[in-house]
C-alpha cells in the first residue's frame, strides 16, 4: 500500500470531512487512477464505477460507511483520469477483471471486498468468480454481477463490436469535441437524466479536463462500441455458483431492470433468483440507477449493516475470543 501510495497527494472535501488520498498505479499502457478512504490498516474495499462513469461516484456513499475499512474506489481504464487501452484493443470484462488484478496486486491485497455499481457490479461478479478465494463479501449496486447475452443475439452483437471498431479508426477528425463547462453539465444531464444536479458536477471533476478553447470528456470513445466478449445465461449461473463470499444485490426501484425487456428481463430474473436459491440477499430501495449517489442516506445503512455483519464482526470475534482466554 505504501508503494502504491508513494507520492500521493492529500485533499480535503468538505462533503467527505476527511482525508483523501489520489492513488496511481502503473500498468504496461499508463496509468490507473483512483481515490483512497479510511485507516491505512483498515480492512480492504474496493470500489468499481460503473460504465462511463468516474471513481467519483462513490463520493457521497463512502464517508457513511463503516470508517474501519481502507475504500480504494479507482477510475477504469479508460474512464475519470485513468489511461485509455492502446490504439486498437477491446474494453471487455475479462480485460475489466484482469485491471483488478493488477491494481490489488499493486496494493498488496490477498483478501479484500468488493463494492461495484453498474458496470463494476458486473466485473466484480467475474473477479469474484474466478477468484473466490480473495474476496470475502460483494456488494452490487443496481447490478446483476452478470449480464449475460441471449444466445440468438450474442454473433450479431459480436460483430457489431468489430464493424464498429473498423469504422471508428477509420474517422480522421478530432473525436474530441470541446465544450464549454456549462455545456458539458447539460450533455451529462441529458445522456444521464437520473444524475442530480450535484451528481453531474461530482463526475465532471474526474470526467473532463482542460484543453484550448474549452473541455473535453476525459473518457476513451471506445467504450461506446459494442462489448464483443459475451456470456450466456448458463455460464453466467455456472459462474455465479463459484462465488465463495457472502453477496449483498441492492437493486433500484427504477433503476437498470427498467430498459430491460423480453429475452434479457427474463435472464435477469434468473440471475437474481439465483442468488436467493444461493442464500444471499437480494434488496430492492425506492430510487433510480444512481441512487448510491443521488441518495447515498438511502443505500448507505444496508451496505453498513452487510458490512459488519458479513466482515466486520466476523473478523473481530476470532481475535476477541483470542484475548479472552490469554
Same mark, same amino acid.
Not at 498505479?25 to 480492504?44: F, L, S
Not at 467519483?56 to 463512502?62: A, K, P, Q, S, V
Given at each position: 500500500m505504501?508503494?502504491?501510495?508513494?507520492?500521493?497527494?492529500?485533499?480535503h472535501?468538505?462533503?467527505m470531512k476527511?482525508?483523501?488520498?489520489?492513488?496511481?498505479?502503473?500498468?504496461?499502457?499508463?496509468?490507473?487512477?483512483g481515490?483512497?478512504?479510511?485507516?491505512?490498516?483498515?480492512?480492504p474495499?474496493?470500489?468499481l464505477?460503473?460504465?462511463?462513469?468516474?471513481?467519483?461516484?462513490?463520493?457521497?456513499?463512502i464517508?457513511?460507511?463503516?470508517?474501519?475499512?481502507?475504500?480504494?474506489a479507482?477510475d477504469?481504464?479508460?474512464h475519470?483520469?485513468?489511461?485509455?487501452?492502446?490504439?486498437?484493443?477491446?474494453y471487455s470484462?475479462?480485460?475489466?477483471?484482469?485491471?483488478v488484478?493488477?491494481?490489488v496486486?499493486a496494493?498488496?491485497?490477498?483478501?479484500?471486498s468488493?463494492?461495484?455499481?453498474?458496470?463494476?457490479?458486473?466485473i466484480?461478479?467475474m473477479?469474484?468468480?474466478?477468484?473466490?478465494?480473495?474476496?470475502?463479501?460483494?456488494?452490487?449496486?443496481d447490478?446483476?454481477?452478470?449480464?449475460?447475452?441471449?444466445l440468438?443475439?450474442?454473433?450479431?452483437?459480436?460483430?457489431?463490436?468489430?464493424d464498429?471498431?473498423?469504422?471508428?479508426?477509420?474517422q480522421?477528425?478530432?473525436?474530441k469535441r470541446?465544450?464549454?463547462y456549462?455545456k458539458?453539465?447539460e450533455?451529462?444531464?441529458?445522456?444521464?437524466?437520473t444524475?442530480?444536479?450535484?451528481s453531474?458536477h461530482?463526475?465532471?471533476?474526474?470526467?473532463?479536463?482542460? =484543453?484550448?478553447?474549452?473541455? +473535453?470528456?476525459?473518457?476513451d470513445?471506445?467504450?461506446? &462500441?459494442?462489448?464483443i466478449? $459475451?456470456?450466456?445465461? /448458463?455460464?453466467?449461473?455456472?459462474?455465479?455458483?463459484?462465488?465463495?463470499?457472502?453477496?449483498?444485490?441492492?437493486?433500484a426501484?427504477?433503476?437498470?431492470?427498467k430498459?430491460?425487456?423480453?429475452?434479457?428481463k427474463?435472464?435477469?430474473?434468473?440471475?437474481?433468483?439465483?442468488?436467493?436459491?444461493r442464500?444471499?440477499?437480494?434488496?430492492?430501495?425506492?430510487?433510480d440507477?444512481h441512487?448510491?449517489?443521488?441518495?447515498?442516506? =438511502?443505500?448507505?445503512?444496508? +451496505?453498513s449493516?452487510f458490512?459488519?455483519t458479513k466482515? &466486520?464482526t466476523q473478523?473481530? $470475534?476470532p481475535?476477541? /475470543?483470542?484475548?479472552?482466554k490469554?
Amino acid at each position: 500500500m505504501l508503494h502504491a501510495l508513494k507520492g500521493a497527494r492529500h485533499l480535503h472535501s468538505s462533503a467527505m470531512k476527511q482525508a483523501v488520498s489520489e492513488l496511481s498505479i502503473p500498468v504496461p499502457w499508463g496509468q490507473i487512477k483512483g481515490k483512497v478512504w479510511g485507516p491505512d490498516h483498515g480492512r480492504p474495499v474496493l470500489c468499481l464505477h460503473g460504465w462511463a462513469d468516474n471513481c467519483g461516484t462513490f463520493n457521497t456513499l463512502i464517508p457513511l460507511l463503516p470508517n474501519e475499512c481502507r475504500y480504494v474506489a479507482v477510475d477504469l481504464s479508460g474512464h475519470g483520469w485513468s489511461s485509455h487501452r492502446s490504439p486498437g484493443v477491446f474494453y471487455s470484462f475479462p480485460e475489466y477483471v484482469m485491471d483488478v488484478r493488477r491494481v490489488v496486486d499493486a496494493l498488496h491485497w490477498s483478501q479484500f471486498s468488493i463494492i461495484g455499481h453498474s458496470m463494476g457490479g458486473n466485473i466484480a461478479g467475474m473477479f469474484s468468480a474466478l477468484y473466490p478465494e480473495m474476496v470475502d463479501a460483494v456488494v452490487l449496486l443496481d447490478s446483476y454481477g452478470f449480464l449475460p447475452t441471449d444466445l440468438k443475439e450474442m454473433i450479431k452483437v459480436m460483430r457489431q463490436g468489430m464493424d464498429q471498431m473498423v469504422e471508428f479508426y477509420k474517422q480522421t477528425e478530432d473525436k474530441k469535441r470541446v465544450y464549454t463547462y456549462e455545456k458539458a453539465v447539460e450533455r451529462l444531464s441529458a445522456a444521464n437524466p437520473t444524475l442530480s444536479e450535484q451528481s453531474v458536477h461530482i463526475l465532471l471533476e474526474r470526467g473532463l479536463v482542460q =484543453v484550448e478553447g474549452g473541455m +473535453v470528456f476525459t473518457r476513451d470513445f471506445r467504450i461506446n &462500441l459494442k462489448n464483443i466478449v $459475451r456470456i450466456s445465461l /448458463e455460464q453466467g449461473l455456472e459462474l455465479q455458483s463459484r462465488i465463495k463470499a457472502p453477496v449483498l444485490v441492492v437493486l433500484a426501484e427504477d433503476g437498470f431492470e427498467k430498459l430491460l425487456s423480453g429475452q434479457d428481463k427474463k435472464i435477469a430474473s434468473a440471475i437474481v433468483q439465483a442468488y436467493k436459491d444461493r442464500k444471499h440477499t437480494v434488496v430492492t430501495v425506492p430510487g433510480d440507477h444512481h441512487v448510491h449517489l443521488n441518495q447515498p442516506e =438511502v443505500v448507505a445503512p444496508l +451496505v453498513s449493516d452487510f458490512l459488519q455483519t458479513k466482515l &466486520l464482526t466476523q473478523r473481530a $470475534r476470532p481475535a476477541e /475470543e483470542q484475548t479472552s482466554k490469554m
